[in-house]
């Protein structure tokens, strides 16, 4: 994969609408994706002092964060109305040249600052429910 611009990795939000529409989270400066896969120990007595992992034991999960400064008033007011619902929504990470990973999430945090001399900044941390599923592009 070559060398892609930051501000292409996009995060975006679907409709729930059959067929689902995804629609960017506007005002994002930074996007991270954190790919989980906790690892199960089962060394004992017979490992002979070295440790050993049960393969496919593990729990795989995905967090998605972000910041940024919002750009209109309806990116906003999703991530709020997420953010209170507590309930799962499918959201879309798109990293350009790689691939789309799509799966529900729910909106772990949501966090608003500001200086006295600078905008109004947000951040969020988007956590995984269920099965994520991977497309190349």
């Known amino acids: 994969m070559a060398a892609q611009k930051g501000a292409a990795m996009l995060l975006k939000v679907g409709n729930g609408g059959s ?8 005002g994002l400066r930074s996007t ?5 896969d906790e690892a199960v120990d089962v060394t004992n007595k017979d490992s002979s002092g070295n440790r050993t992992l049960l393969a496919d034991g593990g729990i ?9 400064v919002f750009t209109d008033a309806a990116s ?3 991530l709020r109305g997420l ?3 507590s309930s799962f929504t499918n959201f879309q990470l798109l990293i ?3 691939g789309t990973y799509t ?3 729910m909106v772990a945090t949501l966090e608003y600052a500001g ?9 969020t941390t988007l956590e995984s429910s269920g099965a994520i599923t991977f497309a190349t592009v």
Do not use: K, R
């Not at 795989?60 to 940024?68: F, L, P, R």
């Open 83 to 85: 953010m209170n619902a």
């Open 115 to 123: 200086e006295h001399n600078g905008e109004v900044t947000y951040s």
């Open 103 to 105: 799966g529900a999430f």
């Open 32 to 36: 991270s994706i954190t790919l989980n």
């Open 19 to 26: 067929p689902e529409t995804f629609t960017t989270i506007g």
């Open 76 to 78: 906003e007011t999703t």
């Open 96 to 98: 350009p040249d790689f």
């Open 60 to 68: 795989h999960s995905m967090s998605i964060s972000g910041s940024g």
